[in-house]
């Protein structure tokens, strides 16, 4: 059982350049999370998807986009990568219906550093 | 605004001693969660905590949920140098599909 799975774990950007941040779960949630962490710092919600084809910002949107095509994927693409998103970023998927009643469930990961 | 604090936020401590991590958030939320989290590694469920005067406890660590006072503790009992990692508490936010993290716990347990 795989659970959440997050690639690449790793990434050194240039400044400007664009990437996408993939995230896959194999435990059929519908709802799906992009979070941020910077060094000794809690998580800041970037953006969330209930569903298929449907997202929603969080606390810190600007500077990245998600789609939600599938129940599986959640892809995290940053446009034009600046210093301050060099951060520590997780995907995490919590279980259907009463969504409240189960925690969520993270992946590793991607460290990413923009340079 | 949903907040949710944590402290202490930094917590050295020997080990055998015993000591609690307060988590006050400041909204009608009845439903609390707890994390571990190891240097450089992700987020560990530990407890779901889902009506007020709810326990869980699992090996030295017990966590409970006051929600009529907004609080939830984990209570850490003849701490070992293993459960020196950051703890962090989250709430559900009433009315969305959104999480709140506290700020956590960084716990460092001596030997």
């Known amino acids: 059982n795989a659970g959440v799975t997050q690639t690449p774990k790793f990434r050194i950007l240039k400044i400007g350049q664009s990437m996408t941040l993939q995230c896959t779960q194999d435990m059929n949630h519908n709802y799906m999370y992009w979070y941020r962490q910077d060094p000794g710092m809690g998580l800041k919600l970037i953006y969330y998807?209930?569903?298929?084809?449907?997202?929603d910002k969080g606390e810190v949107p600007n500077g990245y986009n998600v789609s939600r095509s599938t129940t599986e994927d959640f892809p995290l693409r940053l446009e034009l990568a600046a210093p301050s998103q060099t951060s520590v970023y997780f995907c995490?998927?919590?279980?259907?219906?009463?969504?409240?009643?189960?925690?969520?469930?993270f992946g590793d990961g991607t460290r990413l550093s923009i340079l | 605004e949903l907040k949710v604090e944590q402290n202490p936020l930094f917590l050295s401590m020997q080990e055998g001693k015993n000591y609690t991590i307060y988590c006050n958030y400041s909204?009608?939320?009845?439903?609390l969660y707890w994390y571990r989290q190891d240097p450089g590694k992700s987020l560990e469920s530990l407890f779901v905590?889902?009506?007020?005067?709810a326990v869980k406890q699992e090996g030295r660590l017990m966590a409970s949920l006051d929600t009529k006072a907004r609080l939830s503790t984990l209570h850490i009992t003849a701490a070992v140098h293993d459960l020196s990692a950051t703890y962090f508490c989250?709430?559900?936010?009433?009315?969305?599909?959104?999480?709140?993290f506290g700020t956590g716990t960084r716990l460092k347990v001596l030997a």
């Open positions: 909204t009608t939320s009845d439903r």
């Open positions: 998807s209930v569903g298929a084809g449907i997202t």
């Open positions: 989250a709430v559900d936010d009433p009315g969305t599909y959104k999480y709140i």
């Open positions: 905590l889902l009506s007020n005067g």
């Open positions: 995490a998927s919590s279980y259907p219906g009463d969504y409240s009643n189960q925690p969520q469930h």
